[in-house]
């Protein structure tokens, strides 16, 4: 009996992380392909880039960490950044600047942080791959 409560315990866990990686993935690739590649934040074009020597990597940036579940997978929460415009400060500067009701709606997410176990992960899940 303990042996196949194990197991499906495992198997829900398993089950879990492959679709939290999906919804990672789903996500990264709206962000990046809304920005066409490019940073929003200085207009850097994409990974093919060099500036002051070094390559330009872009990233799809969380603007609320990843951490905060209820907005992992928003696309609105999400932004295409290099390397030099992803940090916390530069990128709450250009939100405050060129959509300054996007980030009361970031602040008004970090404020209310809905609890893991309220969120259908199916249903994100579904929400994605409409959108991809
Ligand atoms: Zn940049």
Same mark, same amino acid.
């Given at each position: 009996?303990?042996?196949?409560?194990?197991?499906?315990?495992?198997?829900?866990?398993?089950?879990?992380?492959?679709?939290?990686?999906? =919804?990672?993935?789903?996500? +990264?690739?709206?962000?990046?392909? #809304?920005? @066409?590649?490019?940073?929003?934040?200085? /207009?850097?074009?994409?990974?093919?880039?060099?500036?002051?020597?070094?390559?330009?990597?872009?990233?799809? =940036?969380?603007?609320?960490? +990843?951490?905060?579940?209820?907005? #992992?997978? @928003?696309?609105?929460?999400?932004?295409? /950044?290099?390397?030099?415009?992803?940090?916390?400060?530069?990128?709450?500067?250009?939100?405050?600047?060129?959509?300054?009701?996007?980030?009361?709606?970031?602040?008004?997410? #970090?404020?209310?942080?809905?609890?893991?176990?309220?969120?259908?992960?199916?249903?994100?899940?579904?929400?994605?791959?409409?959108?991809?």
């Amino acid at each position: 009996m303990k042996a196949k409560g194990n197991v499906k315990r495992y198997t829900q866990k398993a089950m879990i992380a492959r679709v939290v990686r999906e =919804c990672d993935m789903l996500w +990264r690739l709206q962000i990046l392909g #809304r920005a @066409n590649g490019h940073c929003e934040i200085c /207009g850097a074009p994409g990974p093919q880039d060099l500036r002051d020597s070094k390559w330009i990597i872009i990233a799809a =940036c969380h603007i609320n960490s +990843r951490g905060i579940w209820s907005t #992992r997978w @928003n696309l609105r929460n999400g932004l295409a /950044g290099c390397s030099d415009c992803h940090n916390e400060k530069t990128i709450i500067e250009w939100l405050q600047t060129t959509d300054p009701d996007r980030y009361e709606w970031i602040m008004e997410q #970090r404020r209310i942080q809905v609890p893991d176990r309220d969120l259908d992960l199916q249903e994100i899940l579904r929400t994605l791959r409409d959108a991809a």
